[in-house]
């Protein structure tokens, strides 16, 4: 009887009396090494008597706070980005309640160190400093039991078990999202093999830090398959499958296995494919867009941020959406995203044909300006290529160099926007900005290339060879550039897909929908370019802040969940009212606190 009273004690006392408890049956160090329950040093007294937890821990209780400020001091001791990465590896592992916490607090500071660009390296030395596995990894060898692999994550995941009559998260699917990679495109790094896995839990935990999605309902995937780069061959610790990576039949068997899988065992989940090889990208994302709810991440989620940063851009100018000519430098998987999703703006909100706004792009990859004529033109780019005769009128000295350059369109097009996502490190030079801002008042730049060290301008650079009247937006964070005219800061809009995915996932899965339309992402960049801080002052960045990011991913998820209703592929019961929208969502949406534990009934009784 003693801990049913200590139990009802407990549940009253004020610092909980809001929260809704947590049934389990594990005590002691059990218990303590379950990091979705683990409270560490703040398991109350009570809770240490009934979960005999005393003896494994101090005596001192320490509130959540508390332990975050122990937590930041560790972090901040660590001597580098990636090993203080490692270190917030190795806090999620122990205790999920206080890893996101310290994330969620001071998330400016933390994402650069869990995410891009650091997670870069993470993923490049994965091998070297792994210590234990987060994630599922699905080898080719070991394909014939994939399905018993997922299975095994889905009963491995933490179920939450609430009292009855109170919220129940355990819904029939055990995963609401699976992040999955092949880790062939990691950023602009390339073929990084298994190490792929740290791309899919950075992404993984930027769903919860960024939009509140329950960290214990998103699988985080890599697909290996081999690899082709020599320098992992070559460490032998590397950890994945050590041959040649598979193409062709092989490779399309294994993913399709992999999705079908998916969609079996947890039917509705939402696929998010993240950095798939530029022949795959698009390919996969076209064969199962019809069959499960899925969203390739470079290629919409990018289109979609730059579409927002595009919008606000035009705000400051002025000017029209199909008033713009843009460059595209890098006409891979994330360059055709782009021009796609502004395009389809171009058609939806200006009323463009398909052709006048695919007449609005010149796009550039290796061999140059895109031309009608070349036989190696993929996907997409045939949308953008552009007629031989149009070069023809341009002067005598750009027609004469051998293949037409980023400096011979500039000079030509006389873009008023210039996108980069070559991975050509520094590929937007002086000459070409300064050409570029000649003839345009406002030039709006977004090199997008990530890590840092890939960016095709550093928006430093860029903001002094345009006296300042650069509109910028780029990959990775970077640090406010001076306006060499005023003197002024200005601050610069940081266009990664980490702005909208996590908005526009949380809203996939709380509307239940059976897909992720062009509307619904369409819906959600409106809602992200509507809460750009350049709509109120022209020298403000053109897109929020990541660090609000779980605020605007709110209303970028309402918008989606709105959309997701008028379309009819919504599977909720819900009043099309604003209000009732954002609670629903608000409803789902999962917090890093501590909540009180009961002991399952079966243990009480045993009094
Ligand atoms: N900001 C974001 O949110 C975001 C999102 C996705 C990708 N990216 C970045 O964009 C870059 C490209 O990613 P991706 O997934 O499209 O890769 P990708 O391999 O699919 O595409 C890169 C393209 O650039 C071309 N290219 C390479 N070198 C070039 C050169 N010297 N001149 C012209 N073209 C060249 C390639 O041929 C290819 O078509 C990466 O650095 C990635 O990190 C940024
Ligand atoms: O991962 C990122 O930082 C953004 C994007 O998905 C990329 O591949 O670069
Ligand atoms: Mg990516």
Aim: glycine share 6%.
């Amino acid at each position: 009887m003693h801990r049913r009273f200590l139990q009802q004690k407990r549940l009253q006392s004020s610092s909980t009396k809001n929260l809704i408890p947590i049934r389990t049956s594990l005590k002691g160090a059990g218990l303590l090494q379950q990091p979705v329950l683990n409270k560490g040093s703040a398991f109350s007294r009570e809770e240490r008597e009934i979960f005999q937890v005393d003896g494994h821990i101090p005596y001192d209780v320490h509130s959540l706070e508390k332990q975050m400020v122990r937590a930041y001091a560790q972090f901040k001791r660590q001597p580098s980005n990636i090993l203080k990465h490692a270190f917030l590896a190795s806090l999620r592992d122990q205790n999920q309640i206080l890893f996101y916490a310290l994330v969620s607090s001071r998330l400016k500071e933390m994402l650069p160190v869990l995410y891009t660009p650091t997670v870069g390296e993470a993923v490049s030395q994965y091998s070297d400093l792994f210590r234990r596995p987060i994630g599922c990894f699905l080898s080719l060898p070991t394909a014939h039991t994939m399905r018993e692999q997922l299975q095994s994550h889905a009963n491995a995941a933490f179920r939450y078990k609430y009292p009855p009559g109170m919220k129940n998260s355990d819904t029939e699917r055990p995963f609401d999202i699976v992040v999955v990679t092949d880790s062939e495109g990691i950023l602009g790094i390339g073929d990084q093999g298994v190490g792929g896995i740290s791309i899919s839990t950075s992404k993984a935990a930027l769903y919860v830090a960024g939009a509140g999605v329950d960290p214990n309902r998103i699988l985080s995937v890599v697909l290996d398959v081999g690899t082709d780069n020599h320098t992992l061959f070559a460490n032998p610790l590397y950890m994945g499958y050590k041959h040649v990576r598979t193409r062709g039949v092989a490779y399309d068997h294994f993913v399709h296995q992999f999705m079908m899988n998916i969609k079996e065992l947890f039917p509705g989940a939402l696929v998010h494919f993240e950095d798939f090889g530029l022949n795959n990208a698009a390919r996969l994302l076209e064969t199962y867009k019809p069959v499960l709810p899925c969203f390739n991440d470079d290629i919409e989620g990018t289109g979609a941020v730059a579409l927002a940063a595009t919008m606000s851009a035009i705000g400051v100018t002025k000017s029209k959406l199909c008033d713009q000519r843009i460059v595209v430098y890098g006409a891979g998987t994330a360059g055709m995203g782009i021009a796609n999703q502004i395009r389809d703006a171009m058609i939806e909100v200006d009323g463009l044909t398909l052709e006048e706004a695919n007449s609005r792009f010149w796009c550039i990859d290796r061999d140059g300006l895109l031309l009608k004529s070349n036989p190696r033109l993929q996907g997409s780019q045939h949308d953008y290529a552009r007629d031989d005769e149009e070069v023809r009128d341009w002067t005598r000295e750009i027609q004469e160099q051998p293949n037409l350059r980023i400096l011979d369109v500039v000079k030509a097009v006389k873009p008023t926007m210039l996108v980069g996502c070559s991975t050509n490190a520094r590929s937007f030079n002086e000459d070409v900005i300064r050409t570029m801002a000649e003839h345009v008042e406002r030039p709006i730049i977004f090199p997008m290339s990530n890590p840092t060290s890939l960016v095709e301008v550093d928006p430093a650079d860029a903001n002094e060879w345009t006296d300042g009247r650069a509109l910028i937006a780029t990959g990775s964070p970077f640090p406010p550039a001076k306006n060499p005219i005023t003197g002024k800061d200005y601050f610069i809009a940081e266009a990664n897909n980490a702005l909208i995915y996590p908005g526009l996932g949380l809203g996939t899965i709380a509307s239940r929908s059976s897909k992720m339309s062009k509307g619904m992402i369409l819906a959600g960049v409106k809602a992200l370019a509507s809460a750009s801080p350049a709509l109120e002052d022209p020298d403000a960045p053109l897109l929020p802040d990541l660090a609000g990011v779980r605020k605007v991913s709110l209303q970028i998820a309402a918008a989606v969940v709105r959309q997701a209703m008028e379309e009819g592929v919504a599977n909720i019961n819900l009043k099309k009212d604003d209000d009732a929208i954002i609670e629903h969502i608000k409803f789902g949406m999962w917090d890093p606190v501590y909540r009180p534990l009961e002991l399952e009934p079966e243990d009480l009784t045993s009094d």
